[in-house]
Nanobody, 118 residues
Framework: QVQLVESGGGLVQPGGSLRLSCAAS????????MNWYRQAPGKQRELVAA???????NYADSVKGRFTISKDNAKNTVYLQMNSLKPEDTAVYYC????????????WGQGTQVTVSS
């Protein structure tokens, strides 16, 4: 089973930028979609951005125009470029690989903390 490892989180001031990376131990091309979720304290996990096998992207309304998801199939890596960060973006960010079929279609990374604070 493919394993996902996130990196790039940290502490940043409001208005700043971070780029998250999600490195997969195997090919990501097999997955129907690669996604970034986040979970803030006391809140449910929410979908932030998604990119399909074909490269189509989708974003939560709260991050449209600020975040960009991309992938490098050759490197088996997915990225989340986060600009104009706000305190409400503070959360643990999780990489998700969605197979699109089967009884267990989701694979998750361990998460990386993003804190936006002055």
């Amino acid at each position: 089973q493919v394993q996902l490892v996130e990196s790039g989180g940290g502490l940043v001031q409001p208005g700043g930028s971070l780029r998250l990376s999600c490195a997969a131990s195997g090919s990501i091309f097999v997955f129907a979609a690669m996604n970034w979720y986040r979970q803030a304290p006391g809140k449910q996990r929410e979908l932030v951005a998604a990119i399909t096998r074909g490269g189509s992207t989708n974003y939560a309304d709260s991050v449209k125009g600020r975040f960009t998801i991309s992938k490098d199939n050759a490197k088996n890596t997915v990225y989340l470029q986060m600009n104009s960060l706000k305190p409400e973006d503070t959360a643990v960010y999780y990489c998700n690989a969605y197979l699109g079929y089967g009884s267990n279609p989701n694979t998750w990374g361990q998460g990386t903390q993003v804190t936006v604070s002055s």
